[in-house]
């Protein structure tokens, strides 16, 4: 269950970049919000990346272990290795990888819609 | 994302083989004490290697797509290799079925039918929580 197209999500994250809404939203109340979020201001986080970066290596990350899960099924099946724990471990670690990210998204989802029923 | 993916096709044909490799060894151990029955045995690991790629060594390069793909995902024409199990000892009637080895092999293969479903149960599982998980 590969996860494609990560490519196209630079593009969501370039357009509809946390860096520049914070920095619209300055923008648009004047020097009343001084929203200062240190990992998104200035797009730098402690280690040098972006959010969007962060982000997209985390997915990768996920991805990588799908691929590396189906690449041990794949092995087995075939009768390459023998390895039952092996294989048993990269699934699962896949699967628990893919539903912390999918939690992760529905977290985000609600923090979006939190802020979406902000009465301002 | 493909619900029919390499993968799973390769987990479908590993599957399908090895009950074909049950069904095998039951017919050896059935005819244990045939006079002249000679053990068979089935090799289809080899094909399936061949068929997945793993390695991708057998693969070739496709930039257009009207090049075809060679060496990668020809699950249509897999056949598994049966044929006499050239090892067997020889007993006074002409038999070679050695029912302890043909045990130890069923045992074998079941183990790896029940991992192989439980495989293809945690992948679907992953596709279901995807599907089934609103918000």
């Known amino acids: 269950m590969a996860i494609k197209d990560i490519g196209s999500f630079q593009q969501t994250l370039g357009t509809g970049d946390a860096r520049g809404w914070s920095r619209k939203v300055d ?51 075939s009768g390459e290795s023998q ?28 923090a979006y819609r939190e802020i979406m029923k902000m009465q301002i | ?42 090799d289809f690991e080899e094909a399936l290697a061949r068929a997945l790629d793993v390695d991708g060594q057998m693969q070739m390069n496709v ?18 290799e049966i044929y006499d199990d ?4 020889v007993s006074e009637n002409g038999n070679t079925v050695d029912v302890e080895a043909e045990m130890a092999k069923m045992a074998e293969n079941k183990l790896m039918y029940d991992a192989l479903v439980q495989l293809i149960n945690k992948k679907m599982g992953i596709m279901k929580y995807a599907i089934n998980s609103d918000k």
């Open chain 2, 1 to 42: 994302m493909d619900v029919n993916d390499k993968t799973l096709k390769a987990l479908t044909t590993a599957l399908n083989f090895r009950e074909m490799r049950q069904e095998l060894i039951s017919s050896n151990v059935a005819n244990a004490n045939t006079p002249g029955y000679k053990a068979k045995k089935m």
């Open chain 1, 27 to 77: 923008n648009d109340f004047g020097s009343n919000f001084d929203i200062k979020t240190p990992g998104l201001e200035g797009g730098n986080v402690e280690n040098g990346k972006t959010f969007g970066e962060f982000l997209q290596d985390s997915i990768g990350k996920v991805n990588a272990l799908q691929h590396d899960a189906n690449i041990q099924m794949e092995k087995l099946a």
């Open chain 1, 83 to 110: 390895n039952l724990h092996e294989t048993l471990l990269a699934v699962e670690k896949a699967e628990i990888a893919f539903k912390t990210m999918n939690q992760v998204r529905s977290k985000v989802l609600d």
């Open chain 2, 86 to 89: 050239p090892n067997g000892v």
């Open chain 2, 63 to 80: 930039k257009d797509e009207r090049h075809h793909t060679v060496g990668n995902g020809g699950f249509n024409n897999l056949e598994p």
